[in-house]
């Protein structure tokens, strides 16, 4: 499966934008997760999303400012982001689980094996 992640672009703190993930073909059988990563920094955490329920987690850093959703299309997952910071500045990445499972909503990165592209945000002061 290919990953194609889009919307990233240049933003003023306290702005908003939304990140699409668009698959190749359907993943609805399997846990979906958006991470970040900063120059010089490792690879964050952001969120993850299940099918079976729509049940999502967060990063400590954006709990209550960003949403994970998925798709009607059974092969797009989303990220909307709000009240954006300065330090949400990364290259975001949209990743699928392992795991044929539509149940699994993960936070560690050693559990995706497909990765997009990843996408530029930057969030200016």
């Known amino acids: 499966v290919q990953l194609q992640a889009s919307g990233g672009g240049l933003v003023q703190a306290g702005g908003s934008l939304r990140l699409s993930c668009t698959a190749s073909r359907r993943i609805d059988n399997y846990g979906m997760g958006w991470f970040r990563q900063a120059p010089g920094k490792e690879r964050e955490f952001v969120a993850a999303i299940n099918w079976s329920e729509g049940r999502a987690e967060y990063g400590d850093s954006v709990k209550g400012r960003f949403t994970i959703s998925r798709g009607n299309a059974k092969n797009t997952v989303y990220l909307q982001m709000n009240s954006l910071k300065p330090e949400d500045t990364a290259i975001y990445y949209c990743?699928?689980?392992?795991?044929?499972?539509?149940?699994?909503?993960?936070?560690?990165?050693?559990?995706?094996?497909?990765w997009g592209q990843g996408t530029l945000v930057t969030v200016s002061s």
């Open positions: 990743a699928r689980h392992m795991l044929a499972a539509r149940w699994i909503v993960a936070g560690n990165p050693r559990e995706y094996d497909y």
